[in-house]
C-alpha cells in the first residue's frame, strides 16, 4: 500500500470506520454542530477523534492510581491449613513463587502484576500529557508505545485468576483452603480502569498538529 | 441531546478508490491486495494496516468449529486435580467462578467469568452466526451489528492469560496439597491457540466476504 496524500481532494476529512474500515468523507460543517455521522456500510458511529479522549483518559488512570496503592498494600488471598493461616498481598504472592524455586513462574507473575501496572500507568500518563504539552516530541515512539501498551493490557488480569482458581479449587475446609480478601478487588478495578484508560486514549492525537495559539 | 445522526451520503467515489485509513494517525493509504502472510503497516506510523490471510471462509469456519468443541470441554471438565490426605476436589472453571461469589467477591467472581468465559463463548457464537451464511454465500442476518459485538467480545476474552493463571495455581497448590493438571487445562490451552489462530485471522476482511 502507498501512501495517498494529494490525490484525494484534502478538503474533506476522511474518516475510516473502527469496524468494517470504509473510508467515508465528513462532510463539512461548522465546529460545534452536534452532527453524528455514521458510516454507510455498517452504520457504527464515526469520529475523527474519539469524543472527550484526554479528559476520559485522565479520569480512568487518576482513578486506577488511587486504587493501585490499595490493590498493593491490601491481602488478596488467605489460606487456611490446619497449622496456620497465611494472608498474602500481590508482592507476598510473588516471594512464595520465588521462595518455591518456581523462579520463571515469578518472573511471569512479577512481569504480568506489577511491571505491566506500572507500564500501563506511567505509559499513559505520558502520553496524555505530551499530546498537551509536547506534541511533537518522539512521535513514533510514542506510536509504538501506545501498541505495546495495549498489547500487554489484560496480562494484569493474571492473579484475580489465580485467586479465583486457587479459591474454587483449595476447599477442604479446616485442612486447606483459599478464601479471597479485599485487595483482590482493588487490583481487579485497577486492571479493568487502566485497560478503559487505554482504549479512551486516542493514539491519533499523537499525530495531530496543534491548534495556532492554543 | 438534540444530536441528529447522518448517515454519509456519496462515499460511493471513495469506495471505487479503494482507500484505508490509518487507524492509529488518520495517514491515507491507497488499498491493494496483499499476498497470503504480507503485513502492510502504515507509512507514517508502522502501525499495521492490514494482513494478508492465509485463511478462507471454509477454514475459518473449521477452526471456529473446532473452538466451539474446546470451548465446551475446557470449561466442563476439571482444571486441576487436587488430592490431600484422602480428600479430592476437581473444579471446573464456572464452578471456581461460583465460590468466587460465594466467597464474598462477587465483582471480581462477575468480571472473570466475562473475560474467561463469556466473551470467549460470545466471541466464537458469533463467529459462527456470521461464517455459516457466508459459507453457503449470503450474508448473516444483523452482520453489522454482529461485527461490532465480535470487536468487543476478542477485547474482553482473556482466555491465554487464564492458561498462565492455571500454572501458577498448581505450584500455589504444591504448597498446601497434591496438585495434577487436569483435561480442562490443556482444552484451555488449545482453545487460547485456537483463538490466536482466529484472531490472527482478523475480522475485517469478512465485510470484503459481504457483497
Redesign the interface.
Known sequence: ?????D??DSSAQ???C??????????ATDDDS???????????L?YARKPRSLERTWAYLAASVLLYVPANVLPIMT?T?LFRNNTYTISG?IG??WT?K?YG?AA??FV?SIVVHLLKIVALGLLAWTVQRAPHWQ??ER??L??VVETVG??S????????????????DR??S???EPG??AF?AVV?LTMLAT?AFD??L??QEPKPGG | ???????????AR??E?H??????????????PLSSGEV?RC?????V??RGHRLGVHSMLALTLAALFVLLIANLST??D?H??G?H?A?T?P??????WR???P???V??AI??IIAPALLILLRLVMLLPLAFGCAAPY??LC??AL?EAT?WS?VE??M??????I???????NAQPGPGMFAFGTLALLLAALESGG??HL?REVK
Open positions: 500500500m502507498t501512501a495517498l496524500a490525490s484525494v476522511l474518516l475510516g473502527e469496524y468494517c474500515g470504509t473510508v467515508s468523507a465528513a462532510p452536534p452532527m453524528r455521522l455514521r458510516c454507510p456500510r455498517c452504520a457504527n464515526l489460606t491449613n504472592g512464595e513463587l518455591d518456581a513462574l511471569i507473575v504480568a512521535r513514533m506510536a509504538r501506545y501498541r489484560h496480562w488480569m493474571l492473579d484475580v485468576y489465580v485467586v479465583v482458581l486457587l479459591a474454587g479449587m483449595v476447599r477442604f485442612l486447606a483459599v478464601h479471597p483482590l478487588l481487579a479493568i482504549r493514539p491519533r499523537i499525530w | 441531546m438534540g444530536a441528529c445522526d447522518t448517515i454519509i451520503k456519496g462515499t471513495l469506495q478508490q482507500l484505508v485509513v490509518c487507524e492509529q494517525c488518520d495517514a491515507v493509504h491507497r488499498w491493494r502492510a507509512s507514517r506510523c508502522a502501525a494496516l492490514a482444571i486441576v487436587i490431600l490426605r480428600a476436589t473444579a472453571l464452578e471456581a467462578v461460583r465460590l468466587t466467597a464474598g467477591e465483582v471480581v467472581a468480571l472473570a473475560t474467561a452482520f453489522a461485527m461490532r470487536h477485547r482473556m492469560v487464564l498462565v493463571a492455571a500454572a501458577v495455581s505450584v500455589r497448590i504444591a504448597a498446601l496439597a475480522l475485517k465485510w
